[in-house]
């Protein structure tokens, strides 16, 4: 395959494009010229954000899509909010009339789910407002995103739904992975891609999960004191600025870019529908479609 290929007739929206892997995939569509509507609730201009008090917004995220060479559109949403995703929709069918490819990466509960210390806790013990919250921020985004823009998608044949989680149906079916509320979520996101998927194929689009490996997400870079630029210092041991030693597995880790080119491979492959209903990584892409990346390397963080 070409890289990067050529999406400047297509139009995007990335639910969750603020930061990591949504910020990824945004960017990774503008390489390849696309049109891309990144949505998000922390914005520069609204009093809307997220659970993390980060200072990343949607507008830094469209403007990052347009350096890259697509054209970036910002626009606000909570999207547990159905009334404003129902007005996102309309405002996407009123000024571009449709769209090639929506990718539903909302996430927001990195925090709810604790660290290492917190992991484990049995659904009794674990706290239920933050619990549910988890599924809210997880699933219940998803539905709905998916009611109120599949209509678009599915305005025109070839359309393509990517379902963005953590781990693979098959991994996940074997793993329990750290609590009931993050386990069931993550699993929830990959059967999404799976029924979704049954309801897409007669209508002519295709449903795919897509999970990232270890992610150098900008909090996962922050947690370990490194940039993009020297990710490589969080593995010294006993590094001289105190700053915690990431484990070994982090030498596989991947740039947000990484899964966002997967994603951008999917979108201009005339044939994606072969990938309909299935769950796979970002490194299965990248072995699949040829692309690297930013670094040149192909990580894969699911098979050590």
Not at 11 to 34: F, S
Not at 149 to 158: D, F, K, Q, R
Not at 269 to 275: C, S, T
Request: aromatic share 6%.
């Amino acid at each position: 395959m070409r890289w990067p290929p050529d999406l400047r007739d297509r139009v995007a929206l990335v639910a969750g494009a603020t930061r990591g892997a949504g910020r990824g995939i945004a960017v990774a569509l503008g390489e390849a010229g696309a049109t891309v509507l990144c949505t998000g609730r922390s914005s520069r201009t609204g009093p809307s954000r997220s659970d993390y008090a980060r200072p990343e917004t949607v507008e830094e995220t469209a403007e990052l899509v347009t350096r890259a060479g697509g054209t970036g559109i910002a626009y606000p949403a909570d999207h547990l909010e159905p009334d404003e995703v129902q007005r996102l929709a309309a405002y996407l069918r009123a000024e571009y009339g449709r769209l090639h490819v929506l990718v539903n990466d909302i996430w927001g509960a990195e925090r709810l789910k604790g660290g290492p210390a917190d992991w484990n806790t049995p659904v009794w013990q674990h706290d239920l407002d933050a619990g549910l919250r988890i599924l809210r921020l997880g699933v219940e985004t998803h539905l709905i995103t998916s009611h109120h823009l599949l209509p678009l998608l599915i305005a025109e044949p070839g359309g393509l739904l990517v379902e963005v989680t953590d781990g693979t149906a098959a991994h996940n079916a074997q793993l329990y992975r750290i609590s009931v509320f993050y386990d069931l979520a993550k699993a929830a996101v990959n059967r999404l891609a799976f029924s979704q998927g049954h309801e897409l194929a007669p209508r002519g689009a295709t449903a795919v999960a897509v999970t990232p490996g270890w992610l150098r997400s900008e909090m996962m870079l922050d947690n370990y004191g490194v940039t993009e630029e020297n990710w490589r210092t969080a593995l010294v041991e006993d590094r001289a600025d105190g700053l915690p030693t990431a484990a070994p597995g982090f030498a596989q880790s991947e740039s947000p870019r990484y899964v966002g080119r997967g994603i951008t491979a999917l979108a201009s492959d005339p044939d994606r529908a072969r990938w309909n209903q299935q769950s796979v990584t970002s490194a299965d892409l990248a072995r699949e479609y040829g692309f690297t990346d930013v670094d040149g390397r192909r990580p894969d963080s699911w098979t050590g």
